[in-house]
């Protein structure tokens, strides 16, 4: 039982990040400035990996809960700080990948609507660019997976 | 150092599911579009994610083999079926590729890969012969062998049956 639900587990996991792979691609192409024809078949991307991640997700929290009761690792803290640290990513790449995209859709559909000047000026503005950036999103995805597997696989707290 | 190799390849296959991301939905959305520029933005979506896909697919299999020395798993049946199944659907889904997707790249006026090298892009053909290649794209075949595929070496290697 125990052995199948860690399965379970692992097979959801892969199953949210090839969802969520559908959506950073978009996000990367949505550098490239793309027209309103091809912004299109991102939407559709976009549509599909939504359909998608959600169920794998409830499915990898569910499984996850559940292993950690048959395993009896709810007094252990690696449980807890990679719980914490999975919801902490997901709402910041919530927030901040919801920003993103809204942009660049709209920039993409309508090319009369534009970031204001002032908006890519000065320190705000670097520190926008610094956040607002696929490599940003893909570099706290990949090191938050990193710490959170690390917490799994070792368990050392 | 052993548990380090097993946390790297799995980092690796976690990777790997993220850079095909993109791929996979590229494969189920060609078939419906009519639009050629819609095609192209799918098939660039897919070609863009060459490099991660790479990388991670190197660190994956890299880690696999090594660790297959450090736990001395060389000596049973699982290992040498799940690189047989892994070998097997790499080389399928290559050919696929270039089969049918390079073909369609080649068809729409995009940079396309033939003769094991890559090619400019030529003018793009007429609608119809870009209808013609995509009807021969099968992604519910892809799919059917990814997904097995993945399952079949995911449940050989978490319970080590033989």
């Known amino acids: 039982m125990y052995e199948w639900l860690r399965f379970l587990h692992v097979l959801s996991a892969m199953a949210y990040f090839l969802f969520h792979g559908a959506v950073a691609s978009v996000t990367f192409a949505l550098r490239r400035e793309p027209g309103p024809k091809r912004i299109d078949a991102l939407s559709a991307v976009m549509v599909l990996a939504y359909k998608g991640a959600p169920i794998a997700g409830v499915m990898l929290v569910l499984t996850g809960i559940l292993l950690g009761f048959l395993g009896r690792w709810w007094g252990d803290r690696w449980l807890w700080t990679s719980l914490g640290l999975l919801l902490m990513i997901g709402v910041l790449m919530n927030r901040l990948g919801k920003a993103y995209m809204t942009e660049g859709f709209a920039r993409a559909t309508n090319p009369a609507v534009q970031i204001q000047p002032q908006a890519r000026a000065g320190i705000s503005g670097g520190v926008r660019a610094f956040f607002l950036n696929p490599m940003f999103f893909a570099a706290t995805g990949m090191i938050g997976l990193a710490i959170i597997l690390w917490l799994m696989m070792f368990k050392p707290l | ?162």
């Not at chain 2, 794209?137 to 892809?142: D, E, K, Q, S, V």
């Open chain 2, 1 to 162: 150092m052993h548990k380090w190799l097993v946390f790297l390849h799995v980092f690796g296959v976690m990777g790997f599911m993220l850079a095909h991301g993109g791929t996979t939905a590229m494969t189920f959305l060609l078939r419906r579009q009519r639009d050629p520029d819609r095609m192209r933005a799918l098939l660039d979506l897919s070609g863009n994610s060459w490099p991660a896909f790479a990388i991670s697919f190197l660190l994956l299999f890299v880690s696999g083999i090594v660790a297959g020395f450090s736990g001395r798993w060389w000596g049973e049946g699982w290992i040498w079926t799940s690189l047989v199944i892994l070998l097997g659907m790499s080389v399928y889904m290559g050919w696929a590729s270039r089969a049918r997707y390079h073909r369609l790249r080649k068809v729409l006026g995009l940079p396309y890969f033939e003769g094991n090298k890559d090619q400019p892009a030529l003018p793009a053909a007429s609608l119809e012969e870009i209808y013609a290649v995509q009807a021969t794209i099968n992604p519910g075949l892809l799919a059917v062998i990814g997904t097995g595929g993945t399952f079949v070496i995911l449940w050989l290697m978490m319970f080590r049956p033989f």
